[in-house]
DNA sequence: AATTCAATGATACAATTAGTACAATATCAA
DNA sequence: TTGATATTGTACTAATTGTATCATTGAATT
């Protein structure tokens, strides 16, 4: 895990929204190995001051960065550079866990002494519970 | 009672929240025997101490297993996995506990990216192999 | 010059974790 | 048994982090 100093350069002049210049320069040390997979981005705010502009600038870019799952922010933690997605061994992963997941799901259920079918039917509720919550957010 | 020491690992680059980590890794634990009801977990501070995170962050999990009825928390005494079946407690409450339980599934195969078809899908094969793996303890 | 709109800034908010003091219980010695 | 001390979980607060929303600015377009 390196912790190198992440050492933006920003030409204010350029025309170049700074925020695209942000996201731009840390895909550049990423692709030059001079921040990797599993570091800590400096906070929004601790850039911002290193750079003299505004937080929300910065946290314009890492939005940008983390939508194209480069880097994962993560509310009241802080900014991590996204794991490499081996590509694939990533799916493979994916599916041995949520496999993992429903086994200790089912598991417990068990234990709490639901029958298949109830699990079923839990399930299945709870899906739909899901479904309504995602469609009130769109509206 | 097993004293099977409680080994969780932690990401502290997944996104999940530190203390959404312990409690599923301790529901995991549980759900494949590694700790049984009836054992003590750890001292929020031993357990904090162990994992390098603050105590309060441990005690937050344990407040959310407590809640689930999964294990009892006694002030100046310790905690403990609640006794199989929770004699003691309601129905209602072993359902929503239950709910609670789906509910967390749910949104945890979401966060891996499964549809909501795949869930199912895969609840149905892990029941069947559940059923297959007792099927096997009978014979 | 007026209008428009992307970029940036200001402000308030929410989520997570840490710090500190406290209350309940256990332990043990007198 | 009683009292002192240690251990354990609880409550409340603070600090740190990213998020959401709206206001301001400034350059391009008309």
New binding site residues.
Partial sequence: MSDKKLSLQLDFHSGL????QIVNQIQNQLANKIIQPGDQ?P????LAEELR?????V??A??IL?EARIIS???????YITEIPPPEVSEKLRHESFSALTKRFIAEAFRLGFSEREIRQMVRDRLQLHKEAADKDNE
């Avoid at 929204?17 to 695209?20: A, D, E, K, S």
């Avoid at 922010?73 to 900014?79: D, F, L, M, V």
């Fill in positions: 929204p700074i925020y695209t981005l906070t929004v705010r601790a502009v505004n937080f929300n600038t946290a314009r890492y939005r983390d922010t993560q509310q009241g933690r802080g900014t």
